[in-house]
């Protein structure tokens, strides 16, 4: 078949690279890809290359159990550790084990602040996508870990309770990489993938730094029992303090997962906070609508013939005149702006972590490509964390495809799975980096600066759906 004449073209093509040397190897397991990590990244990655190269050999290394059964939704309420996933991230999921998800899809997204008469509504129209008539969907992680777990029996020869103790090689164009594992199996494979989180063994261990920030900021998250629908849309407010609060839909219609980021001491204050004054805080950040934008200027008593004074401030009521006029256009002739459902009660632990920017230097070195976390970091406001390791994912795919097809060993290409992931990543983050950072000030000029440019974004259609994109 030509999937047999492929295998053997590469195959022939990495003997001939390395003198045959894997032949004689003393290694207990040989593996094409060898996965260190068994989160939604890593068993994505499984997956694809299951589908899409039949033809390798495909371990994953687990240092826990294997996922447990989840109960049905009927039986649960739905969990905080959720992700927001675009209709492109679910292409890279699968459509198999989409199907047995259990998802709360949302059509349109709806951002604004506090201090501002200013807000944003992306809907699915602006992707303007005849396939995906939603613009995202929320997931819980224990459900669609366990999806991807389930999918790979059979296909992927999986460790459970296996991590790596020891790195011998990272490997290069004359030699495999090779780990030894906790139990002592000596493995060795073409390609050695990092998988496992923000505080990769594997991006330590062959000595790939990175560049970022830790944020002065914690994020907690839990879920809340509702008195009406959201009506497939999500909600994200930013608050006077620059932390945002989000409120994602799930796939239970009376149900939803707040994500709210702020200063360590607000999240650990609301952590403990009795449930009814928790409750009563999070309706009054989130029931309010678009608001008064702070005056430029402290306008002092002065005298009818301050003349200065009195320009400066017909000046500023032109500026606020502009400022309302274009929301007010924004919501004709059909209101876009709607208020988010009643929070009722906490219905889940709350669950809170130290958020922080990061991105390694490299995503290779010799055999061993970096994917998802171990890769890089991001503030969950934009809701890009598993996005981006899913499109890891997919380019990942795309450069062994491209090796294989060609007869070639499968690390030949590794360099242009680097500079995509980097150029791209690097975008992204610097974008949810500076968004953070102009959201996190409370100075009045940037505040005016803001609401501006929100109007501009939300009035001009061609801004907006390039915004929707991106996101």
């Known amino acids: 078949s030509q999937q047999s004449v492929v295998a053997f073209r590469r195959v022939l093509a990495l ?42 050999s495909v371990g994953l290394l687990e240092a826990g159990d294997a996922p447990k059964p989840q109960p049905s939704a009927t039986e649960r309420v739905p969990h905080p550790r959720s992700y927001a996933l675009s209709p492109a991230s679910f292409d890279v999921v699968g459509k198999s084990v989409s199907e047995k998800l259990d998802l709360g899809h949302y059509d349109s997204m709806q951002v604004w602040q506090a201090n501002s008469p200013a807000s944003l509504t992306f809907s699915s129209k602006d992707l303007d996508l005849d396939k995906d008539p939603y613009l995202g969907a929320c997931v819980e992680d224990g459900p669609l870990v366990e ?4 999918e790979i029996q059979g296909k992927t020869q999986c460790w459970t309770k296996t991590k790596i103790a020891s790195l011998e090689s990272s490997g290069d164009s004359h030699e495999l990489a090779t780990v030894t594992t906790t139990e002592g199996e000596r493995i060795q494979s073409a390609l050695l993938i990092g998988a ?25 998250t839990f ?21 945002p609060m989000a409120l994602l839909p799930t796939y239970s219609d009376r149900h ?6 702020s200063t360590p001491d607000t999240v650990q204050k609301w952590k403990d906070a009795p449930q009814e004054e928790l409750v009563s805080h999070l309706n ?22 301050d003349a200065v004074s009195n320009l400066l401030y017909g000046a500023e009521r032109v500026l606020d005149t502009l400022h309302y006029g274009l ?21 889940s632990p709350k669950f809170s972590f130290p958020l922080s920017c990061f991105q390694a230097k490299s995503y290779t070195k010799g055999r061993v490509a970096l994917i998802g976390d171990a890769a890089h970091t991001v503030h969950p406001m934009a809701g890009q964390g598993l996005n981006l390791g899913l499109g890891d994912v997919k380019v990942l795919v795309e450069t ?4 294989s097809d060609a007869g070639m060993d499968l690390s030949t290409f590794l360099n242009e799975y680097d500079s995509n992931r980097l150029r791209n990543v690097s975008l992204s983050l610097g974008g949810i980096h500076a968004l953070q950072r102009v959201f996190g000030t409370q100075n009045v000029p940037l505040q005016h600066a803001k609401t501006f440019g929100m109007n501009m974004i939300q009035n001009v259609g061609p801004l907006r759906r390039q915004l929707a994109l991106a996101a």
């Open 147 to 150: 999806a991807l777990w389930n």
């Open 400 to 403: 062994l495809e491209k090796a």
């Open 223 to 243: 879920t809340v029992a509702l008195n009406d629908s959201m009506h497939k849309r999500a909600f994200q407010r930013f608050l006077a303090d620059g932390g």
């Open 284 to 305: 009054e950040c989130l029931m309010k609508g678009p608001e008064r934008v702070p005056s430029l200027l402290e306008r002092e008593q002065s005298s009818s013939s």
């Open 15 to 56: 003997e001939q690279s390395l003198g045959c040397r894997w032949k004689s190897t003393s290694a207990d397991v040989y593996m094409d890809v060898l996965i260190a990590g068994g989160g939604a990244v890593g068993c994505s990655l499984a997956r694809l290359l299951n589908e899409r190269l039949p033809s390798l």
């Open 256 to 261: 939803a997962v707040v994500v709210w980021s």
């Open 327 to 347: 929301a007010m256009a924004s919501h004709h002739p059909i209101p876009k702006f709607l208020a988010p459902p009643r929070i009722e009660e906490v219905v």
């Open 196 to 220: 496992d989180g923000g505080n990769s063994w594997i991006r330590k261990n062959v000595g790939v730094s990175r560049i970022g920030t830790e944020y002065d900021q914690t994020a907690l």
